[in-house]
């Protein structure tokens, strides 16, 4: 039987493999015990049960499936394609490689997003979740008012700015009566412009604002080292 055959194998999760799965899923995205016991519905104390290999009832890896976001609520109580430790070990440097870990900081007032935008010259705005129609539009107008907003923010009187952060506000509110709360991160980083081989990085502030679901909002999230940012 050749090495393939040995570490990849269709067939249901062990305990012990599900406690490795499970610690996998829940580190990638930067999620303590805790924060899985409360998004998943299950007491810390199953959290950790199941971490430490010991047995998990269907209702449980139903939970667990349903927290990871996966398609099937079954997915981990069906035969699937098992990877060994050493293929998840290398899969998680490959994902730790290309991406970098930032913290997730409430985003909840017009105010404090006008003045974000203030000082980042470049941003990745995104959903961390499929939302319906209703929030995309929301959260996309939010996203145009405060690139708008950035762009000419100089022009804007110190009184006329309270207009902004109530428009922001309001989309912020109105977000968050949809069920979707935000949370953004900064990161400074070196862009080349242009194609000249000589030319010099450049120091910049990026922003970031991610849309998560109301109650499940992580403490940190990845995000890949290059691409996507938004001038």
Known sequence: MSTTENTQQTRLL????????????????????EQLAEISGLNVRTIQRVEQGLSASLDTRRALARAFEFEDIDALNKPFTIPSEEELKVAKEKFDREHVTLTAIPLTTGKQLAKLSEICSMDLSEPGFDL??????????????????RDCADVYSETQKFEVYDEMQSHIDALKTLGVSLRYAERKMQVKWGTEPDSKPMPVNVLYVVAFPLGKEPEQFATPKSGGIRL
């Open 132 to 149: 319906t129609r209703e929030a995309d539009e929301t959260f996309a107008a939010l996203v145009d008012y405060f690139r708008d907003y």
């Open 14 to 33: 062990t305990p012990a493999e599900l406690a490795v799965c499970v610690k996998m899923f829940r580190e990638m995205r930067q999620w303590s015990q």
